[in-house]
């Protein structure tokens, strides 16, 4: 069974960092790109960041672009997000979501809260 | 960036009843859309792929319609489990782009 575990929200203070994580498992994580996605309180879904298989190809979207940074190590069937300079408009729930470009499995999400 | 939008926004259907969604892309996708489902409390579940493929468990009486940049989910006979929020998404550009969603309701 295929498994997205993501751990690292919380409250932040705005301007302040957390660093997301998700573990992976049921399936060859290294043979699959990854992405993030999240979901304000009460909105829609937001794609957030995509990583190839090789790292060798990473997306941003405008919103997070300069603050954000994916990851992956394949070794330990991680996926990560770095999340720097944090705004009170990235108050979300973070899915890691797989695979490629289209999204057939999601963790059940990890709520940061920036507060301002 | 390819804006995604759907309607109604808000959809109040009979138990038993269809249900027909619209997604419209602001550009040609070809068939790189994609279906999900989300109820409250809950990670989205994909539906639909490639504009018309079931993904893996998704009941027959889903199905998925439409190319270039108008797209169609069709529910066939409304099940209690099916009210929910649905969203369509792009994998055809980058940014990878959502619709803005549409609720089923109980009518």
């Known amino acids: 069974e295929v498994q997205l575990v993501e751990s690292g929200g919380g409250l932040v203070q705005a301007g302040g960092s957390l660093r997301l994580s998700c573990a992976a498992s049921?399936?060859?994580?290294?043979?699959?790109?990854m992405n993030w996605v999240r979901q304000a309180p009460g909105k829609g879904l937001e794609w957030v960041s995509y990583i190839s298989v090789s790292s060798s190809t990473i997306h941003y979207s405008d919103s997070v672009k300069g603050r954000f940074t994916i990851s992956r190590d394949n070794a330990r069937n991680s996926l990560f997000l770095q999340m720097n300079s944090l705004r009170d408009e990235d108050t979300a729930v973070y899915y890691c979501?797989?695979?490629?470009?289209?999204?057939?499995?999601w963790g059940q999400g990890t709520l940061v809260t920036v507060s301002t | 960036e390819i804006v995604m939008t759907q309607s109604p926004a808000t959809l109040s259907v009979s138990p038993g009843e269809r249900a027909t969604l619209s997604c419209k892309a602001s550009?040609?996708?070809?068939?790189?859309l994609a279906w999900y489902q989300q109820k409250p409390g809950q990670a989205p579940r994909l539906l639909i792929y490639?504009?018309?493929t079931r993904a893996t468990g998704i009941p027959a009486r889903f199905s998925g319609s439409g190319s270039g940049t108008e797209f169609t989910l069709t529910i066939s006979s409304l099940q209690s489990e099916d009210f929910a929020v649905y969203y369509c998404?792009?994998?055809?550009?980058?940014?990878?782009?959502f619709g803005g969603g549409t609720k089923v309701e109980v009518k």
């Open positions: 490639g504009a018309s």
């Open positions: 979501a797989g695979v490629g470009t289209r999204f057939d499995y």
């Open positions: 998404q792009q994998h055809n550009n980058w940014p990878l782009t």
């Open positions: 049921g399936f060859t994580f290294s043979t699959y790109s």
């Open positions: 550009q040609s996708l070809s068939s790189n």
